[in-house]
């Protein structure tokens, strides 16, 4: 998986760890910046693309990071249920 946000400053980043621990090693994640190709990145054929709107944690207070973090580990568990039906998820690291 590569998870791409604009400066790969944290979006990204944290998409690309949360995938990490709870994929255990049967996935590869890595995080990348857009190089300002906005909605309109290359397309690649056979490649599935999904635009999450997500909040840009930079210079944001505690309680919004923490409530951007919450919400890309929602996004990364459903996304990991729904490529690997299989997986055993571990709990939230945030419960």
């Known amino acids: 998986m ?3 946000c604009v400066r790969n400053g944290g979006r990204s980043v944290a998409a690309r760890l949360l995938t990490q ?6 996935v590869i994640a890595l995080s990348a910046i857009t190089l300002g190709c906005g909605e ?3 397309y690649v054929p056979g490649v599935a693309y999904r635009d999450w ?4 944690p930079a210079d944001q207070d505690e309680f919004t990071v923490r409530r951007i973090i919450a919400d890309l580990d929602r996004r990364v568990r459903a ?3 729904e490529l690997l039906p299989d997986l055993d998820l571990p709990p939230s690291v945030l419960s």
């Open 2 to 4: 590569v998870y791409a």
């Open 21 to 26: 621990h709870y994929a255990q090693g049967r």
């Open 40 to 42: 309109e990145c290359p």
């Open 53 to 56: 709107p997500v909040d840009d």
């Open 79 to 81: 996304l990991l249920r």
